[in-house]
């Protein structure tokens, strides 16, 4: 047997191969021991004078040069950093009450009313009747307490208010501005209502509801009309707003603090009567504001305002002589012939966006009473639904009390005007429903807009066809004050106004109206209707005869009727006009001949 040659297979280099042996790298002196059997590769050389440390056979056993083990080094702690990302906050904003959202929104408020200012100053008429009436009243009250002269009985028996209180202050400017100059006392009360409206808005809710029911306020048809309307309404609408923002702003203070609202609400109900139908609202409200601080003990705050209220109202009826105005116009007013679904749908035309907007707002804040603007919203933990449901059916449901009021006595005459009233009272309502359909972060405020810009369309078209319903009277005056005479009679359909222009000429003591006549003949019979009529100018009664055809038609055209049959008149002049709701017409004028 012949024996093969024996072939040494290298190995790869494992520097662990010995560790177990040698006592580990990490603790070695850099020696490492050579495998068994390794030759050095031929073809190798290392120059000593090039590489000092490197031998001819690395793995010669020889002196190898001293290492020092490898040992962890401690690093100092990192320097705190100079800038700290910091925690990212739920929302960019937050509803909590700050000085600059309430500048803010003043300053939003502000840009409000100067747009309900510019829709009231565009509208232009010569002055209504009920407007000629009180400011002729007015001028006779005041020449009366300055020089004596008689004073025209009756202004107590008919006027809707008191006549020493609105009629007296807007003559005393009217005699110094015009016209205008009275008007313009009612746009700054209805001004001012409305910044009263945002104003205790804004304490029960926020800043967002506020600014949304006064900007649905300002530019609903009544409240343009009413702001360059010189009648009792605009002044009654305010005092009405101070008294509901007297009561909201005294909700923490001493329980006596609400009778600061008694005088300004009498006031209120001495300007107009109507008024008084909301004074109820008035007194819910104070037990309602004060709940949160005060508990049951808010129902004494609300008696205490309604005791301190019916004492002031008692005082004032037994020093003046307003009860027969108060019967006359309010309680026992005459009923009309207008249809309850005449009435609710000229409601709903005039102010139904509003008062549905509000319903919707009341029920959304009866079943949820956050507002849901922010996550981190204001007073997240607010009034209980009860709370909630009464204040929204004490607001909403108060836009209710004109048109009812209205259906009950069936006549559509102020219908327009007492809707504000109520609406007044319903705004935050439908300020709230504005919001709750935007939704929070502002999520569709195109559903906002395009609310608001209805309700502007509304108003703006609805109050230029109100203020156009009576005809221009500028001509009737001109051709009538040739015949006034100091101890003349004269029949007229609106007598009121050529009666206000030439004041100094005439006064509503000469003047008869086609409303009704109490004509007393020689043998002093007193007849009235039709009757009288007919007797007064077949006896060429009165010097001048003047009918529109307007506001009494029917009686219009049975005066002509007799005026021709008398023979006592002749038709002088026919004074065209046209209505700026399409109508047209004519005045007609006829003085006494014999």
Excluded at 160 to 176: E, K, N, Q, T
Excluded at 439 to 468: D, N, T
Excluded at 569 to 583: C, E, H, M, W
Aim: glycine share 10%.
């Amino acid at each position: 047997m012949t024996s093969r040659p024996e072939y040494h297979t290298p190995q790869p280099y494992d520097p662990y191969a010995d560790e177990d042996a040698h006592g580990g790298w990490f603790d070695s002196d850099g020696y490492v021991p050579r495998q068994q059997g390794y030759e050095t590769p031929q073809g190798y050389d290392y120059d000593p004078r090039t590489y000092p440390y490197q031998r001819t056979d690395p793995y010669q056993q020889q002196d190898d040069q001293p290492t020092f083990a490898l040992r962890t080094v401690e690093q100092p702690a990192p320097a705190e950093p100079g800038y700290h990302v910091p925690e990212t906050p739920e929302a960019g904003w937050d509803d909590t009450p700050s000085r600059r959202r309430a500048w803010v929104s003043r300053g939003v408020l502000l840009i409000l009313l100067a747009v309900q200012a510019l829709l009231s100053l565009r509208l232009s008429n010569t002055a209504f009747q009920d407007e000629a009436l009180y400011l002729a009243a007015g001028h006779d009250i005041i020449e009366h307490w300055a020089n004596g002269t008689p004073l025209h009985s009756g202004y107590e028996s008919y006027f809707s208010g008191s006549p020493m209180l609105y009629p007296v202050a807007a003559a005393f400017v009217d005699g110094r501005f015009g016209l205008s100059g009275a008007r313009l006392l009612s746009l700054l009360c209805m001004l001012g209502a409305t910044a009263l409206l945002y104003s205790f808005t804004r304490r029960l809710f926020n800043e967002r509801v506020a600014l949304v029911a006064a900007a649905l306020f300002a530019v609903t048809q009544p409240t343009i009309v009413l702001g360059w309307f010189a009648t009792y309404d605009a002044p009654a609408i305010f005092l009405l707003a101070l008294s509901a923002w007297i009561i909201v702003r005294t909700d923490r203070a001493p329980v006596l603090a609400v009778l600061l609202a008694a005088p300004v609400m009498v006031l209120a109900v001495a300007v107009k009567y109507a008024s008084a139908l909301y004074v109820p609202t008035l007194l819910v409200l104070a037990a309602l504001t004060a709940w949160h601080h005060r508990g049951l003990r808010c129902v004494p705050r609300a008696l205490l305002l309604g005791i301190g209220t019916a004492a002031l109202a008692g005082v004032g009826l037994m020093y003046t002589d307003v009860l027969a105005g108060v019967r006359q116009t309010t309680t026992d007013r005459a009923h009309g012939t207008d249809t309850a679904s005449a009435l609710l749908q000229k409601s709903a035309e005039w102010g139904g966006l509003m008062f549905a907007t509000a319903v919707a707002g009341a029920i959304a804040y009866g079943l949820r009473g956050r507002m849901n603007e922010s996550p981190r919203s204001y007073g997240l933990h607010g009034p209980g639904r009860r709370w909630r449901t009464l204040l929204g059916l004490t607001l909403a449901g108060t836009a209710l009390l004109a048109p009812a009021y209205q259906i009950h006595l069936h006549t559509a005459v102020s219908l327009y005007k007492h809707l504000d009233f109520g609406l007044l009272f319903a705004a935050p309502m439908a300020g709230i429903g504005v919001i709750r359909l935007v939704g929070k972060h502002f999520r569709y405020p195109q559903l906002g807009i395009m609310i608001w810009v209805a309700a502007l369309c509304l108003g703006v078209s609805q109050s230029e066809w109100r203020f156009g319903l009576w005809p221009d009277s500028t001509g009737l005056v001109k051709a009538v004050e040739p015949y006034m005479k100091p101890k003349g009679r004269y029949l007229g359909e609106t007598y009121e106004v050529p009666v206000y222009y030439l004041r100094d000429r005439t006064d509503h003591s000469r003047w008869t109206s086609t409303y009704g006549i109490g004509y007393a003949d020689k043998k002093g019979v007193v007849h009235h209707g039709n009757d009288g009529y007919r007797r007064a100018l077949k006896a060429g009664y009165f010097d001048l005869v003047v009918l529109d055809g307007v506001g009494t038609p029917g009686v219009d055209a049975y005066i002509e009727r007799q005026v021709t049959e008398s023979g006592h008149y002749r038709l002088v002049g026919k004074i065209p006009f046209r209505l700026s709701s399409g109508g047209t017409g004519a005045y007609r004028v006829w003085a006494k001949t014999s």
